[in-house]
């Protein structure tokens, strides 16, 4: 079973457009919810993160939104540039019995045209 | 600053084969972790420890160990290569028990023939 959902598998934008991945989870014990960026032959790297006690996160063009209620949560990239262009991956996180648990999703692949 | 290193970065083995992928951090995180990565089906947890001496399933944790003697290194053994094996393999760890940053290494791909 998928703990968290991701939608869509591929998305292509026009430069200077937004760009924006959607995410769902069940678990309401997640408590922090990342995004990872993954350019090809690397490891993922986070590129923001939030926590559920607030609904929206700004760090330069990324913005993460995040709806309790709805247990979702999207991200937007505003003017979106090809060096964007990677595969993007949420994750939803909680501290269980035996430890630190992540679950991601099954990623987005960006490609922004020039 | 080394951060989480992964050794090799790629390899073929045979059908029956067994290799050690190597994971090292120099960060003295105490949880490390390994996915397999498939196309279009995100990362796949396969084991990770919480500490030295300490290690768990993960939700694909068939035809792999672990084992994690030191903080720094956790290493993930397949016995016997079975071509559904085929995947990139990424070694991550995290400073401490609540959410932060997981660092990744650059990923171990694997194939086998």
């Known amino acids: 079973q998928q703990q968290v959902k991701q939608s869509p598998q591929s998305l292509i934008v026009q430069k200077g457009g937004i760009s924006i991945i959607n995410c769902a989870y069940e678990n309401t014990a997640f408590d922090y919810f990342p995004w990872y960026q993954q350019f090809p032959g690397k490891g993922p790297a986070l590129l923001i993160a939030i926590r559920p006690d607030v609904s929206e996160k700004k760090e330069g063009r990324f913005t993460i939104s995040f709806n309790k209620s709805a247990k979702q949560f999207s991200l937007h990239i505003m003017d979106s540039q090809p060096g964007d262009s990677a595969t993007y991956f949420c994750?939803?996180?909680?501290?269980?019995?035996?430890?630190?648990?992540?679950?991601f999703g099954t990623g987005t692949s960006l490609t922004v045209i020039p | 600053n080394a951060g989480v290193t992964q050794t090799p970065k790629f390899r073929i083995l045979k059908i029956g084969q067994s290799m050690t992928l190597q994971c090292t951090q120099d960060m003295n995180h105490n949880y490390m972790y390994w996915y397999r990565q498939d196309p279009g089906m995100g990362l796949k947890l396969i084991y990770y420890s919480v500490g030295a001496g300490i290690t768990d399933k993960g939700e694909v944790p068939n035809g792999y160990n672990v084992s994690r003697s030191t903080t720094e290194d956790f290493p993930l053994r397949l016995e016997l290569a079975a071509p559904s094996q085929t995947s990139v393999y990424f070694c991550?760890?995290?400073?401490?028990?609540?959410?932060?940053?997981?660092?990744f290494g650059q990923g171990t791909r694997l194939t086998v023939v």
């Open positions: 991550a760890s995290l400073p401490n028990d609540r959410g932060t940053e997981a660092f």
């Open positions: 994750a939803a996180s909680m501290v269980g019995n035996t430890g630190n648990q992540f679950y």
